[in-house]
């Protein structure tokens, strides 16, 4: 069987329950057993995509206990009013699951593969995918380490080293997009009583055109806050009076659930991140190595499917495994063939969505329309499934999702048009017969 170099758990947890041999690689610590972790931990909200992959490690009801489900948007306006958007049908949310909590699990599955080995703070310096060598630095040694390996897979974050090796070896379209927006994180705390603060089973929104807030449900009843707005705008606020009267303007109602000592504290005692896109093309260097996940295809996090794509990726690669005899190099150009279009496009989708997320929910016309599109989803079934429940509930892949959407628009568009010619057809003849009575009077009376 195959050795394999890995940089991610759940791809390396996929693999060994296939027979390969793997070894992971984490230039992290084990965050196991690290009293902080560094980094990210903006809620994750997991959905069909990822729980799909979930359940080939059986690992699907564990995590579903240690989330939050959140049943619809709530969104909050300039006057502290809610009303809620479903996001689908009445079995259908969406999931608030800490990042730390999933990585967690991700590890101690990893474990339990006798032909899998977990090797923490490794940092991979070079490639050498001809001869299957790669070198890691490792942070408690001061000499370098060559794996060996057939194969290596590159699940290693928006910022790959391994994409950076295959770069500089084959020729790859790549693009990288640092968007003018940054975030930064905030928290509201559980309430006096020890409960939530403000309704536990939602996604909190807070839109505000250029800017907007939300907010998702933990175990410990506090919320994870997260402030999206221009860089400028987070350079523009230096003191204490300015924020205040910022969110006193924008998020009156958020100053009381946050906290002005608190909101203070958190907000000026760090930077606010920056969001990145990125897209690449191809996904394999031959039959030697393959990225997945945010190393193929970071996202900005506002359709909430950068996880669960990444996710997917490790089930369409198994899907890959299942039809090929398990032949893993194989699999690797396959690989790009099947996924480019759709993380291209989902990529896409994640940049889009920050508009409706911060601006079209506000929009009645948008409002209508999912309306309508619910209204068609119960008459019609699966023939016609509204365009955020189908990337979210489905896996129907996001590339065939954008052409449902744009058959429904055209549609739609059609029958307006219909309408709106009869309307104008049933006009003109109540003209005509209107001017012919008329014409027929005035005969009458000469």
């Not at 693999?15 to 793997?22: Q, S, Y």
């Not at 250029?210 to 221009?230: E, G, K």
Request: charged share 25%; glycine share 4%; with cysteine.
């Amino acid at each position: 069987m195959s050795s394999v170099l890995i940089v991610g758990s759940l791809t390396a947890s996929t693999l060994a329950r296939r027979g390969f041999n793997v070894k992971l690689y984490e230039q992290k610590c084990d965050i196991r057993t690290a009293p902080v972790v560094k980094g990210k931990s903006i809620n994750l909200a997991l959905s069909e995509r990822g729980r799909s992959a979930l359940r080939l490690l059986n690992l699907e009801e564990e995590v579903l206990k240690n989330c939050i489900p959140m049943k619809a948007r709530l969104i909050h306006d300039k006057n502290g009013n809610k009303r809620e958007i479903a996001y689908g049908k009445e079995d259908q949310f969406i999931n608030s699951v800490g990042r730390r909590y999933l990585n967690e699990i991700l590890l101690n599955e990893a474990e339990k593969y006798s032909n899998l080995k977990l090797c923490f703070n490794r940092k991979l310096v070079s490639c050498d995918f001809d001869e299957g060598k790669f070198t890691f630095a490792s942070d408690s040694e001061e000499k370098l380490e060559i794996v060996e390996a057939d194969v290596i897979i590159g699940a290693d974050g928006a910022h790959s080293a391994v994409r950076r090796e295959m770069i500089e070896r084959i020729p790859i379209d790549f693009s990288q997009i640092y968007i003018e927006h940054g975030y930064m994180e905030l928290c509201i705390k559980p309430n006096e009583k020890g409960d939530f603060a403000i309704e536990a089973n939602f996604l909190h929104i807070w839109p505000r055109g250029s800017l907007m807030m939300i907010a998702l449900p933990n175990l410990d009843r506090s919320f994870t806050v997260t402030l999206f707005m221009p860089f400028k705008q987070f350079d523009s606020l230096k003191t204490s009076e300015q924020l205040f009267e910022f969110f006193e303007t924008n998020f009156k109602d958020a100053i009381a659930l946050i906290g002005k000592e608190q909101l203070a504290k958190d907000f000026f005692s760090k930077r606010p991140n920056a969001l990145i896109s990125v897209k690449c093309k191809p996904y394999n260097f031959g039959k030697r190595a393959l990225l997945i996940g945010d190393a193929a295809h970071a996202m900005v996090p506002f359709f909430g499917q950068g996880m669960n794509c990444g996710f997917e990726d490790c089930f369409i690669l198994n899907e890959i495994l299942d039809t090929n005899n398990n032949n893993l190099k194989d699999a690797l150009p396959e690989f790009t063939r099947k996924r480019n279009a759709d993380c291209f496009m989902i990529c896409d989708l994640a940049m889009y969505n920050y508009v409706e997320m911060r601006e079209l929910v506000n929009n009645p016309r948008f409002l209508l329309r999912k309306k309508f599109d619910s209204y068609m989803h119960s008459l019609f079934g699966r023939k016609w499934i509204p365009f955020y429940s189908m990337v979210t509930f489905t896996r129907i892949p996001y590339y065939e999702c954008v052409r449902r959407k744009n058959f429904q628009d055209k549609l739609i568009a059609l029958t307006q048009y219909l309408a709106m010619t009869s309307s104008l057809l049933a006009i003109f003849i109540t003209i005509v017969k209107l001017k012919k009575f008329h014409f027929l009077n005035f005969n009458k009376i000469l």
